[in-house]
């Protein structure tokens, strides 16, 4: 069994470069995807430690479902944040964030 340690390296690692992609990224699409990859790793830590808490080889369930509702909240986000870039690309022929400046007409 993969030890609980090597799951946590795992998430904090695709946080990190999720973090980065947010932070350097100025192209909306790309930090969306970075936002969802920082989602995925947290997801990864909770069933990590569902896992590790389990009895008897058993999971815990509690962490699992709040996994779902994480799932839920980003598919709502993008399909939002999706719904927001194209109305700003029809507006402004962009998706760069340094074009978004302004964003009234």
Do not use: W
């Not at 350097?24 to 990864?44: G, K, Q």
């Not at 699992?64 to 029809?90: D, H, N, R, W």
Request: charge should be positive.
């Amino acid at each position: 069994m993969i030890p609980l340690t090597h799951y946590l390296i795992l998430s904090g690692i695709l946080f990190a470069i999720g973090i980065a992609g947010v932070i350097i990224r100025r192209d909306i699409i790309v930090i969306f995807m970075c936002l969802e990859m920082m989602l995925s790793a947290a997801n990864i830590s909770l069933a990590a430690f569902s896992r590790a808490q389990g009895t008897m080889g058993l999971p815990v369930y509690d962490p699992q479902v709040l996994t779902l509702f994480v799932v839920a909240i980003a598919a709502a986000e993008v399909a939002i944040g999706l719904a927001l870039v194209i109305a700003f690309y029809k507006a402004r022929r962009s998706v760069n964030t340094k074009d978004m400046t302004v964003l009234k007409d």
